[in-house]
Nanobody, 121 residues
């Protein structure tokens, strides 16, 4: 059993910053890619940022230059530093991790429960 627990969401004014965290725990052999997604009301879930186990990153165009994804492999935690927040960043943010629970098995995706980020204008 693998759990992902997010924290750090909240209400912030436009131009402000928030830092999200997502900690993985449970029966984990290794973690490959870790991502942050978001879903605004009435919209599809979208990929915000990805980080590989080696630290390579990728971002959605809408957040480039404002958001930074990072990870601490020892703590099995992924972070999303969000600066210069805009009202259109308002959404529920989810983390996802590709986890192997054994050395011989395939990795599979696990999701966190989501954390609300609300940016007021």
């Amino acid at each position: 059993q693998v759990q992902l627990v997010e924290s750090g969401g909240g209400l912030v004014q436009a131009g402000g910053s928030l830092r999200l965290s997502c900690a993985a725990s449970g029966s984990i052999f290794s973690i490959n890619d870790m991502d942050w997604y978001r879903q605004a009301p009435g919209k599809q879930r979208e990929l915000v940022a990805t980080i590989t186990s080696g630290g390579s990153t990728n971002y959605a165009d809408s957040v480039k230059g404002r958001f930074t994804i990072s990870r601490d492999n020892a703590k099995r935690t992924v972070y999303l530093q969000m600066n210069s927040l805009r009202p259109e960043d308002t959404a529920v943010y989810y983390c996802r991790a590709a986890v192997k629970t054994t050395s011989w098995g395939l990795s599979r995706s696990y999701w966190g429960q989501g954390t609300q980020v609300t940016v007021s204008s």
